[in-house]
């Protein structure tokens, strides 16, 4: 069996936005037939000795059905099976809560952001303090089983979804950015107003005396279950792109996973679509790039509203070709703009014969 390789990979965003990476060369490897391989060499590998857990002795009586979807699509496969495959397959490293990041990690976890905020609908920009009187706020082992028990809750009552990025501040304390959306969220508001322009929240009569329309602000809100220190929640509004390089500007290369990874998601958040095809390189017109690793590459992000102009006018071309070609079998001869009847004579403009 030849290993599909392509050189282009497409995400596809629920607005008809596309982001496209395009080597020079076949690069990327189809997910599912990675996948698929590394299920059928659990599965023929399958013994009581090796796999002596009941879990595994459950899945190794499975193995002819299970062995039998593989071949044919991975995605009908039991996503606990996958998982469970997958975690003694490649079992994790147990991570360190204070690392200094690579950059193609920290470019992966950016991505990851990027995917999930133009994938999934949040409803408020989120900042989250430690307070040093209740928790030491620069130690992370302090507080991660706090803050983790605190989200499963929130998740668990709240139909809670959250992409959290942690950050120090110059002083060295921990706290969070994030977006939030829920049900019944316990939101108060502060009595203070962020208007545009404007660095922090201010209060009505300051705005007033800033000379401000107090309509055109956004109400910031407090959560109030948020026992940990202080809390800001405001509505979010405008393009969801100026919200992902809003919340991934928090992730430099001089900042460290501060629990040992990136960013925190709630589970099940949308992702985008993937493609994989073969496009011609040279025919992309867009800058390039060069990885030591993979080499020569291009990188083409376009909007829904480019995309969609874009198929119309490749549909409007198709058509075109289409009635080109029926002119012909109907004796016209198609010149400059204008469109000629080879028996008659009759000369009909081009625009008038498409119509």
């Known amino acids: 069996m030849s290993i599909p390789y392509f050189n282009a990979k497409t995400k596809c965003y629920p607005d008809g936005s596309t982001s496209t990476v395009v080597f020079d060369s076949p690069t990327f490897r189809s997910p599912d037939w990675s996948l698929a391989e590394s299920l059928r060499t659990a599965i023929h590998n399958f013994s009581f000795e090796d796999f002596g857990n009941r879990h595994f002795r459950k899945l190794y009586h499975q193995s002819k059905e299970i062995s039998k979807l593989v071949k044919i699509d991975t995605r009908i496969m039991s996503d606990n099976f996958i998982l469970s495959v997958k975690r003694n397959l490649f079992p994790t490293k147990k991570k360190s809560l204070n690392t200094v990041p690579r950059s193609d990690s920290l470019k992966r976890a950016k991505d990851r952001i990027f995917d999930y905020i ?26 991660l089983k706090y803050i983790q028990n605190w989200l499963k809750n929130l998740v668990r009552r709240n139909n809670l979804k959250y992409v959290f990025v942690s950050e120090r501040h110059k002083s060295g304390r921990i706290h969070f950015h994030g977006l939030i959306k829920g049900d019944n969220l316990n939101l108060v508001d502060s009595g203070t107003k962020l208007y545009k322009g404007v660095k922090k929240p201010v209060k009505d009569y300051t705005a007033i005396k800033k000379g401000l329309n107090t309509a055109d602000g956004r109400i910031v809100y407090n959560l109030s279950n948020w026992k940990f220190g202080f809390t800001t929640c ?31 998601h709630s589970r099940g958040l949308k992702k985008p679509e993937i493609r994989y095809e073969n496009i011609d390189y040279d025919s ?27 198929e119309q006018e490749k549909e409007k071309s198709l058509k075109q070709r289409s009635i080109l070609e029926k002119a012909k079998q109907l004796l016209y001869d198609v010149v400059n703009d204008l469109v000629v009847n080879r028996n008659t004579g009759e000369v009909l403009e081009y625009v008038t014969f498409l119509e």
Request: charged fraction near 30%; aromatic fraction near 20%; include cysteine.
């Open 118 to 143: 133009l994938c999934n609908e949040f409803d408020y920009f989120f900042t989250g303090t430690i307070d040093p009187k209740k928790f030491d706020s620069q130690d992370p082992k302090a507080i």
């Open 234 to 264: 405001i509505n979010l509004v405008g393009d969801p792109m100026n919200t992902a390089f809003y919340v991934t500007k928090y992730i430099t290369k001089d900042c460290k996973k501060i629990f040992g990874k990136f960013f925190w």
């Open 284 to 310: 992309i017109q867009a800058k390039e790039y060069f990885n030591e690793h993979t080499g020569h590459f291009k990188y083409v992000f376009r909007r829904g509203d480019d995309n969609r102009r874009i």
